[in-house]
């Protein structure tokens, strides 16, 4: 499969998956857990737990590798006042997320096209990583 070919496929798995949740059946169904935009299989309570347990602050940067649209380290970083990097291969998903992540966390987040296994940065740079369903 050629890049091109590549992208368009990646583009409509992530419609085809996610978009669901802004059709008004879909608004009723967020409005119902919290008003977010799933893209995983993350829970709001898992994440909050996530939160609860980080023993992190506004002081301290957050890794969310395999952050899609950015769930759920944007929940994270916005209940402890974290800065994110939010971090994924589909371009796709980032650029999917960008506009609610900008709402929530504004100059707070860095949103990075990579792989989570091979970033250029050293260690003990981040002081939490979070991750859900990459490893799945």
Not at 26 to 31: N, P, Q
Not at 44 to 53: C, D, F, G, K
Not at 58 to 67: Q, S, V, W, Y
Not at 93 to 121: F, N, S, T, Y
Request: net charge negative.
């Amino acid at each position: 499969m050629n890049d091109l070919a590549h992208q368009r496929t990646t583009i409509r798995s992530y419609e085809d998956r996610y978009l669901r949740f802004l059709t008004k059946a879909g608004f009723a169904f967020r409005s119902g857990i919290g008003g977010v935009i799933p893209n995983g299989w993350t829970t709001i309570e898992q994440a909050e737990w996530m939160a609860s347990v980080a023993a992190i602050s506004e002081d301290d940067l957050l890794l969310d590798i395999g952050a899609g649209r950015g769930w759920p380290g944007s929940l994270i970083a916005k209940e402890t006042g974290a800065r994110l990097v939010s971090v994924d291969v589909p371009l796709e998903a980032l650029r999917q997320g960008a506009e609610d992540l900008c709402k929530k966390l504004g100059p707070r987040v860095l949103q990075v096209c990579g792989d989570g296994r091979i970033l250029p940065i050293g260690d003990a740079h981040f002081s939490a990583v979070c991750q859900a369903d990459v490893l799945c």
